[in-house]
């Protein structure tokens, strides 16, 4: 009987039973993501799912997914640039299996699945400007021996990051603030660190009673540029130019610019050289001697497109913020702003209520229109 059942099992044809097989109700294939039934989204609980994953299986079994799976949510537990997440990652891998016996295993990248995975790990850290540490080149030796390929990108990764790490002059805190008003005085500081004595003042719309935003305004502008508004031709109106961006690390801040005329250039045909009429200096201005600027030398204010004259960011980044900040520029040491028309050219607009990139407004025609 046994015979007669077996030999009736071999002449039937395969396909019936792979297809019996594999039949069921539930067609759709269910994933399990250990990171998304956790109600509280911390470094504890990020820290909790990797150690209930190593102890689940001794041999580690989809160590390579769950490393990919566990770096995409690194932003959203708020662990993107903590140096003892990453280590717990890369303690994830098995111990010594992956270490080249001979030289052919370690020219052609044994196991190159595990390898370009903790590449990848470390291509994060240095997305995210994490420095590794001693113990983590200790961890990637034990797992993948002194020929691996992500001991020789940790080597090059502790060579050039120290010397990145402090090479800006514009250094930011390891924590940006959370208060735009703070990013955004922290950006003006940043762009008009070329000149030295230039003074950052804090606004508020609301002392204007015409404005309509009711926000907060970051101005920065120094004595020179106070001396080249007050030298200005009455007949060439300024001109707002903006949004444009600064970056924060990952945060971006819009600020605008007061654009100026150009002053003419100065030629001076006298002989350097001859020192039988030395003239006295002319001082500095706004301190010892004459107020008027130089006009030998232009100011770093003074680009090709024109001259600088003040710059700003607004909480709304809207035409009525930026008309009450002409405004109250006028009210605090600026009185030539009330001879003076200007032109707003803002050629991306953020918001609803700001004018489109053809169109232009002066300051003249809201005074009119109201």
Same mark, same amino acid.
């Given at each position: 009987?046994?015979?007669?059942?077996?030999?009736?099992?071999?002449?039937?044809?395969?396909?019936?039973?792979?297809?019996?097989?594999?039949?069921?109700?539930?067609?759709?294939?269910? *994933?399990?993501?250990?990171?998304?039934?956790?109600?509280?989204?911390?470094?504890?609980? #990020?820290?909790? =799912?990797?150690?209930?994953?190593?102890?689940?299986?001794?041999?580690?079994?989809?160590?390579?997914?769950?490393?990919?799976?566990?770096?995409?949510?690194?932003?959203?537990?708020?662990?993107?640039?903590?140096?003892?997440?990453?280590?717990?990652?890369?303690?994830?891998?098995?111990?010594?299996?992956?270490?080249?016996?001979?030289? @052919?295993?370690?020219?052609?990248?044994? #196991?190159?699945? %595990?390898?370009?995975?903790? =590449?990848?790990?470390?291509?994060?850290?240095?997305? $995210?400007?994490?420095? !590794?540490?001693?113990?983590?080149?200790?961890?990637?030796?034990?797992?993948?021996?002194?020929?691996?390929?992500?001991?020789?990108? @940790?080597?090059?990764?502790? #060579?050039?990051?120290?010397?990145?790490?402090?090479?800006?002059?514009?250094?930011?805190?390891?924590?940006?603030?959370? $208060? *735009?008003?703070?990013?955004?005085?922290?950006?003006? %500081?940043?762009?008009?660190?070329?000149? !030295?004595?230039?003074?950052?003042?804090?606004?508020?719309?609301?002392?204007?009673?015409?404005?309509?935003?009711? *926000?907060?305004?970051?101005?920065?502008?120094?004595? +020179?540029?106070?001396?080249?508004?007050?030298?200005?031709?009455?007949? %060439?109106?300024?001109?707002?130019?903006?949004?444009?961006?600064?970056?924060?690390?990952?945060?971006?801040?819009?600020?605008?610019?007061?654009?100026?005329?150009?002053? &003419?250039?100065?030629?001076?045909?006298?002989?350097?050289?001859?020192?039988?009429?030395?003239?006295?200096?002319?001082?500095?201005?706004?301190?010892?001697?004459? +107020?008027?600027? &130089?006009?030998?030398? $232009?100011?770093?204010?003074?680009?090709?497109?024109?001259?600088?004259?003040?710059?700003?960011? *607004?909480?709304?980044?809207?035409?009525?913020?930026?008309?009450?900040?002409?405004?109250?520029?006028?009210?605090?040491?600026?009185?030539?702003?009330?001879?003076?028309?200007?032109?707003?050219?803002?050629?991306?607009?953020?918001?609803?209520?700001?004018? +489109?990139?053809?169109?232009?407004?002066?300051?003249?025609?809201?005074?009119?229109?109201?």
């Amino acid at each position: 009987m046994a015979t007669k059942i077996l030999r009736t099992f071999l002449r039937s044809k395969p396909s019936n039973y792979i297809t019996k097989r594999y039949e069921s109700k539930e067609k759709s294939l269910i *994933t399990y993501d250990p990171f998304w039934n956790k109600s509280k989204k911390d470094k504890s609980s #990020y820290l909790e =799912v990797i150690k209930m994953f190593e102890g689940r299986d001794i041999r580690r079994r989809g160590h390579v997914e769950f490393i990919y799976a566990a770096l995409k949510q690194m932003d959203e537990f708020g662990v993107k640039k903590d140096l003892e997440a990453y280590k717990a990652l890369i303690d994830v891998l098995p111990k010594g299996k992956f270490i080249p016996t001979n030289i @052919f295993q370690a020219e052609f990248m044994h #196991y190159p699945k %595990q390898q370009q995975c903790a =590449v990848d790990l470390l291509e994060q850290m240095e997305d $995210n400007g994490v420095i !590794p540490d001693t113990e983590m080149e200790q961890m990637l030796l034990n797992i993948f021996g002194r020929r691996g390929i992500p001991l020789r990108k @940790f080597w090059r990764m502790m #060579y050039w990051m120290p010397k990145f790490k402090n090479l800006s002059p514009w250094l930011l805190p390891e924590k940006l603030p959370d $208060n *735009t008003l703070d990013l955004a005085k922290m950006a003006i %500081q940043r762009i008009m660190s070329v000149d !030295p004595t230039v003074k950052i003042n804090i606004y508020q719309t609301e002392e204007i009673e015409a404005s309509i935003d009711k *926000t907060w305004i970051v101005s920065g502008q120094s004595e +020179t540029q106070k001396s080249l508004l007050a030298e200005q031709n009455q007949k %060439q109106p300024l001109v707002v130019k903006g949004p444009f961006d600064v970056y924060m690390r990952d945060q971006v801040v819009t600020y605008f610019t007061l654009i100026g005329e150009i002053r &003419p250039e100065h030629k001076d045909n006298r002989d350097i050289d001859d020192v039988s009429n030395i003239d006295n200096p002319p001082g500095i201005p706004g301190y010892i001697g004459s +107020t008027a600027i &130089p006009t030998i030398y $232009n100011t770093v204010h003074e680009q090709d497109d024109g001259t600088i004259v003040a710059i700003c960011a *607004t909480g709304t980044s809207s035409r009525d913020s930026l008309l009450s900040w002409i405004r109250l520029l006028e009210k605090y040491g600026n009185p030539s702003l009330s001879e003076l028309a200007v032109i707003f050219t803002l050629t991306s607009p953020s918001s609803s209520d700001m004018i +489109t990139q053809d169109s232009q407004v002066t300051v003249d025609d809201e005074k009119r229109a109201e």
